[in-house]
Structure formats: C-alpha cells, structure tokens
C-alpha cells in the first residue's frame, strides 16, 4: 500500500467520524418532563423543577389570585388545547372522555405540527424541559406524536392531592361545584395515567412536596432517570417559593355527601397513592381500569346530566 493510498484513507476516515459526530449532535436526546395533574400541585412542582434547572417555557401564562406565584406553563399551549377541546364540544372541565378517533383525524395532524412548532418556539433545543399544562392529561395520544416530531424522550410526573381539595381550590378559583371538581379529578388522573403506561413515569404527592420537597425530587428523578444536583443557592430559592401557604385550600373543605362521586374520587386518589408509595403497578392498574369502566358507564347512562349525588 502506497504513502498517497494510506493518506486518502485516513482523510476519509476522519470525515466519516465527523459526518458521524454530527449526527449525533443532531440525534441528541431532548428529554421532556411533563407534569400531569388536574388543580393538585402540578405549578408548585413545576415551578420546583425550572428553578432546579429544567428549562421553562418562553411563553409563560401570568400568575394570577388562585396561583400567585405563577403557573408555569405555556400560553400558546394552553390556548391550542382550548382550541381543540372547542371543535369537539368540550371545554376543559369537560367530565366525558375525549372522543379518540379524532386522535386519528386529519385536523389531529395539523394540530400535531403546530403544537411542534410552538414546543421549538418556547423551548428551542434545551436539553431538558418542562411541560405543564393540565388538559393535557386528555390529549396525550396527540402528544405522543409531537414527542415523536421532536425526538424526545418524554417522561411523566404525576402529582396528586386530596379530591376535595382540588374541588374546593377549584370552586374558590371559578365559582364551580364540588361535585364538578371531583369529575374533573377523576377524568384527568384516569386518561392521563392509562395514556403513559408505556412510558417512564413517577407519582408524587403534593403533601410530600411541601412537606420535604428535597426528598420528593431525587425520588422522582431517581425514577425518571434525571439525577437533580440541589446547590444550596437553588436550595434556598425553593424553600422560598413552596411557602405552607401555597396549600390555601387544604383547610377549607367544605362538607360533601359520602356518595357514589366521593367514592369514585377517593378511590381514584387511593390508587395514586399507592403508586407514589411504590408498590407493584399491575393490581393498581387493574383497579383503575375498573374505576374507568363504571366512569365511562356514567357518561352514557347521565348523558342528559348528573342526577343527585346520593341517587348515582
């Protein structure tokens, strides 16, 4: 082999090593946090993760009474969801399932690319974001495919909290009933979690959050695979951020009727717990697929609207 046959190997050599750099750089994993939750935690958590590091978006909804400190989620987002929830009859407090063949429909895919172009607009190529937007947890099959879109690896936290708090948080915030509040618990916690049974995923509960948030992060990220390092600067930061007044509703529930919808709720939120609490998922998910079953049930049989809460 000839001086000049050697050199133009080794030139080719290194261009392919750079061509294949390069495609690494451009295949660099672009991991997608989302919190999923309805009216449970999911801005305090949220708010925890960006001051943590994880990057927020650029279009960011303002703070406002029922969430002062912000709710750390993108506008845009927030008001394609809307959009979509609009075109199928249904708004965001909506207690029936969203229809899933529209997930297969040609205005799914247009949507699809927008909600693309909106995620590189708030979020360019951070490696590590954060998405909260609650209506969400009815719109994941959509999702999957801006994940895909994007070639992200999405990861889920779930946040949960007592049924009647989320109620009553929403009633003080919209004027709403608890009975409308516990529907809207229960329709966001059981699509969201059956939409990620396939993906990594953790439950947390807003009590531990505020009660030892330090703990609470490295076990979600331990299960997320995203190892949080806490300088004492962000430490502090936290701290001042998850103030005890942040749960404003936790001692203000007013008195609900101990009928089927409080039992639907509590049993929903029994379940979350045993999640967070680590257990084995598959007798869980079993419960929750029965739970989903007789809700849905409800949707046909009460399509005309709810009758009493004692009489369901």
Known sequence: MTVQTLQRELI????????????????????????????????????????????????LMGSAPSNVKGHFEPQDFAEIHDRILASVGSVWSDW????????????????RLKLTALFLENYGDAPLTIVKEPRMCRMLPLWDGV????????????????PLEVAASLKARD???????????????????????TRRRTFVSYNALLSNWPKTIRFAGEKLGI????????????????EPALCHQGLHIPPYPRGAIYNMAYAVHEAFSRLASGGSEEP???????????????QVKYADGLPNDQVL
């Open 284 to 298: 869980t998910r079993r419960r929750l697929d029965e739970l989903r079953t007789i809700f849905n049930e409800w």
């Open 175 to 197: 004027g709403s009933s608890l009975t409308d509040g516990l529907l809207y618990y229960v329709r966001n916690h059981l699509d969201a979690e059956r939409a990620t049974r």
């Open 227 to 242: 190892p949080f390092s806490i300088s004492a600067e962000q430490g502090s930061a936290v701290d001042s951020f998850l």
């Open 96 to 111: 029936r399932e969203f229809p899933q063949t529209w997930f297969h429909s040609g205005e799914a895919q247009q949507y």
């Open 12 to 59: 080719a050599s290194i261009k392919n090593v750079t061509v294949r750099a390069k495609n690494l750089l451009r295949r660099r994993t672009r991991t997608v946090l989302t919190v999923l939750g309805a009216r449970s935690g999911t801005s305090a958590l949220a708010g925890t993760l960006g001051i943590l590091g994880c990057t927020l978006p650029k279009n």
């Open 147 to 162: 994940f895909e879109d994007l070639k992200a690896k999405p990861v889920f936290c779930f946040i949960d909290r007592d």
